[in-house]
């Protein structure tokens, strides 16, 4: 990252409110009829979104990847369009946004910012106003995925449940379970939402319902023989999002791994802790949405600066890693996986490369 693109970001988080408040009063001048009908909840609501928009630049500037705000302005022409707000609105606001950080930031940081908002407008007309499903009934396990997806969309957990037990009985992986059962509906209940089809507690009921589910297959999670290494895992501070890291976590577990998974929203103190109690040959850390990705930074970096931490490999995940292929490297991590398989088998061969070379756990 240069020293530009870090000031920059920087700039951008330090004046966010103020920014964002700059680009809801440009839109509601352009729009005073959204205030005159919908009153301070419009606009409250607006400037929480605006902030949210300007933390995925900040993210992207940061990464200096455009993928980042290209993915996020493709999300957002989806979640309007479904709403009945058109593209041509997203383009007022980029405009604003553009104008505010210009009167708020110094030229040289508003320039690198709006290089990035001038790529995400000239790309935004092409971009797809809907999403295709991610359940598809060919693949295998994909009838059980569209079943169980359903079954949990009418609040039946009890018979979702049973669709995954009776698949396990009848022969059935717990791996193939989630990857190909639970990971798929995780994200085809994110669509869903994004295209205005389920609400936020309909998409939150399903994600806990599956967190259920999963801890009925533990027994079988379990039942393998430990070996000598070492994991813990965690979401970064202000991430929620911890079924990933579970479905890795139980992946490890499941190869013979000693786990230590720390859940969600995990404290830094309380990951250094556990690195330092359990002698952990590997963090996994996972980062669900582009604005956790500078937590992730700066926890590879409090890892790095323990010396008594230095043979630690750091695996991350996470969307923002699966859609920008060299971001690991930025944050200064040894790896990443885009799927729980994925991370299993760079994590061994991290240890078996560290291995090869001479090192040795503490």
Not at 295 to 307: F, G, Q, T, W
Request: hydrophobic share 45%; proline share 3%.
């Amino acid at each position: 990252m240069s020293m530009l693109n870090h000031q920059t970001s920087e700039a951008i988080a330090s004046r966010r409110l103020l920014i964002a408040q700059a680009i809801v009063d440009k839109e509601f001048s352009i729009h005073p009829e959204i205030e005159i009908r919908y009153g301070n909840a419009a606009r409250d609501k607006s400037i929480q979104d605006a902030q949210f928009h300007l933390a995925y630049l900040a993210e992207a500037i940061t990464a200096d990847n455009m993928a980042l705000f290209g993915d996020y302005i493709a999300w957002a022409k989806v979640v309007l369009a479904k709403r009945g707000i058109s593209s041509e609105d997203l383009v007022i606001h980029l405009e604003c946004m553009k104008e505010a950080l210009w009167e708020f930031m110094p030229a040289a940081l508003a320039q690198v910012a709006s290089e990035f908002i001038d790529i995400g407008l000239e790309q935004l007309p092409d971009l797809p106003e809907d999403v295709p499903s991610f359940i598809d009934d060919a693949t295998p396990l994909g009838v059980l995925a569209a079943n169980y997806m359903q079954t949990l969309l009418k609040g039946d957990m009890r018979g979702a449940s049973k669709l995954v037990l009776d698949a396990v009985e009848g022969g059935a992986s717990v791996k193939d379970i989630y990857l190909k059962v639970f990971q798929r509906t995780q994200y085809e209940f994110g669509r869903l939402w994004q295209t205005n089809q389920i609400s936020v507690a309909e998409e939150h009921y399903c994600a806990a319902a599956t967190q259920l589910i999963m801890s009925l297959l533990y027994p079988r999670v379990l039942a393998s023989v430990h070996g000598a290494h070492t994991l813990v895992a965690a979401c970064v501070a202000g991430d929620l999002h911890e079924i990933g890291m579970r479905m890795v976590a139980d992946f490890f577990e499941m190869d013979g791994w000693n786990t230590f998974y720390l859940g969600a929203n995990a404290p830094l103190a309380s990951i250094l802790e556990a690195l330092h109690e359990h002698k952990a040959d590997v963090l996994g850390v996972s980062a669900t949405l582009t604005y956790h990705v500078k937590a992730v930074e700066s926890l590879i970096a409090s890892v790095r600066n323990e010396p008594s931490l230095n043979e630690v490999k750091i695996l991350v995940g996470g969307y923002p890693f699966n859609l920008a292929s060299n971001l690991w490297k930025k944050v200064g991590a040894d790896g990443f996986g885009r799927d729980a398989q994925e991370a299993l088998a760079v994590a061994s061969q991290l240890l078996t490369n560290s291995l090869s070379y001479g090192t040795t756990k503490n």
